[in-house]
């Protein structure tokens, strides 16, 4: 086990599966007590056996974050509890992808949306940003997406959701990065882990052609990039949105 977040402790949010599990592994690799969110309990208790087989400390906290003030305040005082009276890392993950066109987006998946990917993670950091400020400092990390800026024709309401998380990275590192907080982001590209009986192309594989990738990423990657967002290494970085999605946003490459 590895050693840039000894002695630190982490709430990862969504934490049960795909990009968050991955997440939480990696902290836990590098020394820290993660806290592990999600609404399944089974998987969330998988992750932590995970964790703990490899000599990591985790606990599972269950939660739905529905945008609700409450709900979000109430997974930060449980947070603090169980990670002995503080939070040095925050890393705002759960979220929820509708697919749906703009005319059959209704009312209700609207809300929603925001509810889950911008109310909670914004009621969360409200509650633990301060209290982390007292503490000395921390790190928050926001997951963006790629389609945050670079328009597609599906997804419309998700990709705005995600726009906000970003902005709100901005807007965060100015207002508690002057008190130790540094608040950053990650945009993950097209990210997934194949299942092994998996034969037929998948349509995220389509996505990234013409990208300097060439092919989907894995959730590791990402992970990758929250330990250094969240570890010493980064002490210089404020209010960035770190691009790891295959070049999708910046680069095409072009056969001639």
Do not use: C
Request: proline letters at 5%; charged letters at 15%; a negative charge.
């Amino acid at each position: 086990m590895s050693t840039r977040l000894q002695h630190k402790t982490a709430l990862v949010t969504g934490a049960t599966s795909n990009i968050g599990r991955a997440v939480a592994l990696a902290l836990a690799a590098e020394g820290a007590h993660v806290a592990i969110s999600g609404r399944n309990r089974e998987r969330g208790a998988q992750v932590v056996a995970e964790i703990r087989a490899t000599g990591g400390t985790a606990h599972f906290l269950p939660a739905d974050l529905d945008g609700s003030a409450a709900t979000s305040r109430a997974l930060a005082e449980e947070a603090a509890t169980v990670l002995g009276g503080r939070i040095d890392i925050l890393v705002n993950n759960a979220g929820i992808f509708p697919g749906d066109s703009t005319p059959d987006t209704d009312e209700a998946a609207f809300d929603q949306v925001f509810a889950v990917n911008v109310k909670a993670p914004f009621f969360l950091t409200a509650a633990i940003a301060p209290v982390m400020a007292r503490a000395g400092g921390g790190a928050i990390i926001n997951l963006g997406s790629w389609v945050a800026r670079l328009g597609i024709p599906i997804g419309a309401l998700y990709s705005s959701s995600k726009g906000a998380i970003e902005t709100l990275t901005r807007a965060w590192a100015a207002e508690f990065g002057p008190q130790g907080v540094r608040v950053n982001a990650i945009s993950p590209g097209v990210v997934r882990t194949p299942s092994p009986d998996e034969t037929a192309p998948h349509p995220g594989d389509a996505m990234m052609k013409g990208t300097p990738a060439g092919s989907i990423g894995s959730p590791e990657a990402i992970a990758h990039a929250a330990v250094y967002l969240a570890s010493d290494e980064s002490r210089f970085v404020h209010g960035a949105v770190l691009d790891v999605d295959g070049g999708r946003t910046t680069a095409a490459v072009i056969a001639w």
